[in-house]
């Protein structure tokens, strides 16, 4: 016998032979199942729906909203704001220019109109975050970031 000893010490033979195979083909079986549950790369969002990498549906929908665009000039190490086509140069007359804006949208029935922020990836942080406070000032909510065009290789 296998464990040694005499037959008087171990009066039934179990046969774990099997067992074992059994074990082995069970284990086998649940690791080939088995899937990892990923968590990597993915986060919850809550992204405005009718937008995205459609772009544009229609000339109208470029009026339905604020765009402030920052742009970052390395030759003078600063940021330069624009409203359409205006360089905004001052903190005071960007808030006027987005509550003159805002209320325009409002009053022409469009009360959900976002504030949408287009800066470059070189613009400071702390100057995104000046136009934001800039729109909670003037109690404006919806505010959006718009994805610029890649960094400079």
């Given at each position: 016998?296998?464990?040694?000893g005499?037959d008087?010490?171990?009066?039934v ?16 079986f ?50 330069i ?9 001052s903190?005071?007359?960007l ?53 610029g065009?890649?960094?400079p290789?």
């Amino acid at each position: 016998m296998a464990g040694g000893g005499m037959d008087e010490d171990n009066p039934v033979a179990i046969n774990v032979t099997p067992l074992i195979d059994v074990i082995f083909c069970l284990c086998v079986f649940f690791m080939c199942s088995f899937r990892f549950k990923q968590l990597e790369g993915k986060f919850d969002t809550w992204l405005p729906k009718g937008k995205g990498n459609q772009g544009v549906s229609a000339a109208t929908d470029i009026l339905k909203e604020v765009r402030i665009a920052m742009f970052w000039d390395k030759d003078a190490q600063k940021t330069i704001r624009r409203m359409g086509t205006r360089e905004v140069r001052s903190n005071e007359e960007l808030q006027t220019l987005i509550r003159d804006s805002y209320r325009d949208l409002v009053l022409a029935n469009n009360p959900d109109a976002p504030v949408t922020i287009d800066a470059q990836a070189a613009v400071p942080w702390n100057e995104v975050m000046t136009v934001v406070n800039i729109c909670k000032r003037e109690k404006i909510d919806k505010i959006e970031f718009a994805l610029g065009a890649p960094p400079p290789q």
